[in-house]
Every structure is written in C-alpha cells, then in structure tokens.
C-alpha cells in the first residue's frame, strides 16, 4: 500500500491510474466513413476521393492516427441498417474508442432518429462523432448539444424539400405532362410529352375509383375488373400494387 491524500491506494489501482493518464495522452483513433448516394455521385460533386481526402487532412491536423476509412458507393443514405460500410465503421470507432469521422452529417444518416441512434451507440462505447462540414464535435457537452439541433434541422430541411418536389410533381400531373418512363395507366404519351387520355382506360379507371368509394378491397376491385372483363394494358392479370397506384396517382390529380 502506498498513502495518496490521506486514502490507501494499492499498487494495481495506482499503474491503473498511470495507465488510464498514459492512455489520455495518447493521440485518438480516427475510423473514417464515406459515402455517395448514386452511381454518378462516385466521381462527380462531393466524391469519395474528395470526402477521403478532407478526412485524412483532419487526422493530420489533429496529430491522430486515420486507421481506416469505410465507405458505401452509390447507396442510399435513408436506412443505416442498410449499409455495410457504415456498420463496419461503427464496429470499428466503438472498438477503438476512437473518432468517427464524416464529411457532413448527410453522408453519415439521413433522419433524426438514426442519426441520435448512432449516436447514442458512441456515447456507449466511448467513441466520438466528428462532422467536418457543420464542425460538430461530440468530444464536449456542447458539440453533443449543437449535434441534436443540427440533425433536427437537417431533417427539416429535407422534409420542406419533399414537399415541394412533390408539390411540383402534382403541378406537372394536373397539367397532364409525363413526369416519368412509365405512362400512367388511363393515359398515352403524345410524342411531345404530353398525355392525353385514352377513354376505355379512363372509363376503367372511373370504375376503380367508383370501387373504392364503396369500400372494396383490393382483391375485390381486382375481382370485380376480372368479372367484367376488363385487363391491364401489359400484364395478364391485374395486381393489388398497381391498383393502389392508379387510385393514388388518380386521387392526386383530382
């Protein structure tokens, strides 16, 4: 035993707090994650090489060691369970205690609740979350506050985004131009882009609709087209997924 402020502390506790200082001092572990959402995106505008490199700038500027960057090319970032490079950087900064490190928060997940569910998952193991374009560091009380916000807001921008593409899409549809490869049933394409109405789909639409009112189900308006003969443009027989499509896409234009 040796005497510490009037405390006996053993031997193993003392190289234990010599340990933990030594360990304190060391240079953190840097795992790197990188990601595009679409094949384009790989080498155009904000590039693997370009998130790469800005990762590997940080680590030098901090003096720590980048043990590995993972990346997801041409994934989607809307579900974090979905991506293998994501969870192999996970795994890793949360054996390490380390630094995750990404380029902005949108390349590591796309809502609030992945994003405080990743980082919750950190704070567990001891790691930390790094974004280099919001400059948020989750090493302090306050990087972990302005990480909360920030995801809040990142969501919400997205979130007035869609609402807007899809208030621009409803426009085009009531305006009758083709918004996609696919002509929607009850529609054909003019050559100019434009669609006009073919009257036996529109009429079989009517009846979908007329259906659905009426409280069928799927399989019953299906059942219902089969007895009176009606058929889809391309496929045999009709499917419950296209005609919840068509009774959307009709519901919007109304």
Not at 138 to 156: C, D, I, P, Q, W
């Amino acid at each position: 035993y040796c005497q510490m402020r009037g405390c006996l502390v053993t031997n193993a506790t003392r190289n234990a707090l010599k340990k933990a200082a030594r360990n304190a001092d060391a240079p953190r572990v840097v795992i790197g994650y990188i990601r595009v959402s679409t094949a384009g995106q790989v080498t155009e505008g904000v590039s693997l090489e370009a998130q790469r490199a800005r990762i590997s700038a940080y680590a030098t500027a901090q003096g720590c060691r980048l043990a590995e960057v993972f990346e997801d090319a041409g994934v989607s970032g809307a579900h974090a369970a979905n991506r293998p490079g994501l969870q192999a950087a996970l795994a890793a900064v949360c054996k390490a205690k380390g630094v995750l490190v990404v380029y902005s928060l949108s390349r590591m997940a796309r809502s609030t609740q992945d994003a405080l569910s990743i980082s919750k998952q950190l704070e567990r193991a001891g790691a930390d979350l790094v974004s280099l374009s919001e400059s948020l560091d989750t090493t302090s009380a306050a990087g972990k506050m302005v990480f909360r916000m920030l995801t809040v807001l990142a969501e919400f921008e997205r979130d007035l985004v869609g609402e807007r593409t899809s208030s621009a899409l409803a426009h085009l549809r009531r305006q009758g131009r083709r918004i996609s490869r696919h002509v929607p049933y009850g529609f054909a394409d003019d050559g100019t882009g434009h669609l006009v109405e073919v009257p036996a789909e529109r009429d079989a639409v009517a009846q979908i609709l007329r259906l659905d009112d009426d409280g069928a189900s799927l399989r019953g308006i299906i059942a219902a087209l089969d007895a009176r003969g009606i058929k889809p443009r391309t496929a045999n027989t009709w499917s419950a997924e296209t005609i919840r499509g068509i009774i959307g896409r009709a519901r919007i234009m109304a």
